[in-house]
């Protein structure tokens, strides 16, 4: 905006539509090649809501009105400037401030969540890894198992995993079923698990008793529904 610029004072005309149709078009064309008018339209936009606190009464024509000071818009735009200004350096020291603190953040090793996101779980600690106990065959080769007893709250967590290397005995048909059977030191047994053989296959099976570790003596896989031992492991 040179200091000959026709539209050198239509700033404010235009911020409170006061121009007319035509002048108004001509003010926005103008406005799209002149970086001062578009500044200072941009520094004056409050100035339609800083009018718009006015109490009604200061509307009211009184019958003599008093002339307008000619300080009246300039104090107004200034007013406005002002307020504008003291929004940016607002702004700018918010910025400063989260920026101050995301530095306290990445040296201290905080972490900032989006609101209603979940906290990552905290790093697990490795459990200590479970024994696995083989199992001692009965008079047969066919079948092989591994066993492991976990301690929980409820008693004792087991897993089996036993294979059956194929062939068959007469009384098991060709497709044996096998139990697994608990022994405790009170002398009693408990059936917890069954499962049906598939040859050439591995089943891994869980099972749970509520005997502690400490209370089993050993632990068994027979044929089901009958007296006959397969494997075995003893506590030592």
Avoid: N
């Avoid at 504008?84 to 702004?91: E, S």
């Avoid at 697990?124 to 976990?150: E, F, G, H, K, Y």
């Avoid at 009170?186 to 749970?208: I, M, N």
């Amino acid at each position: 905006m040179s200091s000959t610029d026709r539209f050198a004072h239509d700033d404010a005309a235009y911020v409170l539509g006061a121009l007319g149709p035509a002048e108004r078009r001509a003010f926005e064309e103008h406005l799209t090649g002149c970086a001062e008018c578009t500044r200072r339209v941009s520094d004056i936009a409050g100035l339609p809501g800083l009018l718009g606190r006015l109490d009604d009464s200061a509307f009211v024509t009184p019958q003599d009105p008093p002339p307008v000071p000619d300080t009246l818009l300039p104090g107004l735009l200034r007013e406005v400037r002002g307020r504008r200004r003291r929004g940016l350096l607002v702004v700018a020291a918010a910025v400063a401030a989260v920026a101050a603190v995301a530095v306290v953040a990445a040296v201290l090793g905080w972490r900032v969540l989006a609101p209603g996101s979940d906290p990552a779980p905290a790093p697990s600690v490795a459990a200590a890894p479970v024994p696995t106990r083989t199992m001692a065959p009965v008079d047969q080769q066919r079948v092989t198992a591994t066993v492991s007893l976990q301690q929980v709250a409820w008693g004792t967590r087991l897993r089996v995993a036993c294979t059956y290397t194929g062939g068959g005995w007469a009384e098991e048909g060709t497709t044996p079923s096998y139990a697994l059977v608990v022994r405790t030191r009170d002398g009693s047994r408990q059936q917890v698990s069954t499962w049906r053989a598939v040859p050439g296959r591995t089943t891994v099976l869980d099972a749970g008793t509520d005997a502690t570790p400490a209370d089993i003596t050993a632990i068994d896989v027979v044929v089901t529904g009958t007296d006959r031992t397969l494997l075995t492991w003893t506590a030592g």
